[in-house]
């Protein structure tokens, strides 16, 4: 079985900020991983997602993500946070078996102050 | 590219009303997935489909739920009678195959209000 967690329902930075937002896994199989943003009132849109090649990825709007297995961690930044990256921001997992299965953290909600 | 299209919006309705939520995939999506969006439980898989049969409906509620689709491009949710504890956003979803792990492709959501 996989699951995600999420640290912090809430995380807040200034705009031009360092963007942390951290994820943990659990899997009983070599994990498949993704960050999703969705934005008031629209569906999740993928950032990025992790499928066992670099441990490194990069995603869309200048965020990346660094897959530790040691620390089972999946955690997302972004150098220098925008006003317009305000949004909820979702971790999820599926294992190579059953992949169809993506299981959700339940999101960090990031806020961009001036 | 439309997207994946869901409708209504928003649906308003009193307890024990049946309510129909649809969608339509992206075109040549051979897989479909309803979700639920509530605070207490965060997004919930329920049901989800490989070319218009359903696979693993593990994740419904209970019997008042029901999903159905008929042909690759409609699919619909259905719930009856309805129930305040009901009250979510319903997202649908769908992917294509051909490498693993291709990216869900979400609606914009039906915000279901039951009172």
């Known amino acids: 079985a996989q699951s995600v967690t999420q640290l912090g329902s809430h995380v807040s930075v200034s705009e031009g900020a360092l963007v942390l937002l951290r994820c943990n896994y659990s899997?009983?199989?070599?994990?498949?991983l993704f960050w999703y943003v969705q934005y008031p009132n629209q569906g999740l849109q993928l950032l990025l997602k992790?499928?066992?090649?670099?441990?490194l990825v990069k995603g869309i709007n200048g965020f990346e993500a660094e897959f530790k297995k040691s620390e089972t961690s999946f955690h997302l930044t972004k150098p220098s946070a925008h006003m317009s990256d305000a949004a909820e921001y979702f971790c999820?997992?599926?294992?190579?078996?059953?992949?169809?299965?993506?299981?959700f953290g339940t999101g960090t909600r990031l806020l961009v102050s001036p | 590219d439309a997207g994946v299209i869901q409708s209504p919006r928003h649906e308003v309705t009193e307890m024990g009303q049946e309510v129909t939520l649809r969608c339509k995939p992206i075109?040549?999506?051979?897989?479909l997935f309803w979700y639920r969006q509530t605070m207490m439980r965060g997004l919930e898989l329920l049901i989800y489909?490989?070319?218009?049969?359903?696979?693993?409906d593990s994740g419904m509620p209970e019997d008042r739920f029901s999903a159905k689709m008929p042909n690759a491009s409609f699919s619909t949710l259905k719930i009856q009678p309805s129930e305040p504890r009901d009250s979510a956003v319903y997202f649908c979803?769908?992917?294509?195959?051909?490498?693993?792990?291709?990216?869900?492709?979400f609606g914009n959501g039906t915000r279901l209000t039951v009172t």
């Open positions: 999820a997992v599926s294992g190579l078996k059953g992949f169809q299965k993506l299981v």
């Open positions: 899997s009983s199989v070599p994990p498949y």
């Open positions: 979803a769908s992917r294509t195959t051909g490498q693993n792990n291709s990216p869900l492709h």
């Open positions: 489909f490989n070319n218009n049969v359903p696979i693993d």
């Open positions: 075109s040549g999506h051979d897989y």
């Open positions: 992790y499928t066992s090649a670099a441990t």
